[in-house]
């Protein structure tokens, strides 16, 4: 069984940044492209942004390229986001995920371990 735990959420004023953490169990992390969702009261869940198994390829939703930057440390078992200039928009309860493959996938449906989440809120 995998388990996804995100850490680092709170609360940060416009133009701040925050980094997101996310620490897998299991042997076979680096095995998995991971990514990042999030989702905003009353909205659907969104992607956010992926990284490839090997770390060698990344992808970003638009409203967060440029500012916002994944990466991975296999022999940590982790996966991380930094976010920077921050904006009220960005707050959301932000999750990690476990693609069911290697490589980058912007679909929930083709991610099938999720964490718990971990709120971020952007102050005006």
């Known amino acids: 069984q995998v388990q996804l735990v995100e850490s680092g959420g709170g609360l940060v004023q416009a133009g701040g940044s925050l980094r997101l953490s996310c620490a897998a169990s299991g042997r076979t992390f680096s095995s998995y492209a991971m990514g990042w969702f999030r989702q905003a009261p009353g909205k659907e869940r969104e992607f956010v942004a992926a990284?490839?198994?090997?770390?060698?390829?990344?992808y970003y939703a638009d409203s967060v390229k440029g500012r916002f930057t994944i990466s991975r440390d296999n022999s940590e078992n982790s996966v991380y986001l930094q976010m920077n200039s921050l904006k009220p928009e960005d707050t959301a309860v932000y999750y990690c995920?476990?693609?069911?493959?290697?490589?980058?996938?912007?679909?929930?449906?083709?991610?099938?371990?999720w964490g718990q989440g971990t709120q971020v809120t952007v102050s005006s």
């Open positions: 990284i490839r198994w090997n770390g060698g390829s990344t």
């Open positions: 995920a476990r693609a069911r493959g290697i490589g980058i996938t912007t679909t929930p449906g083709q991610y099938d371990y």
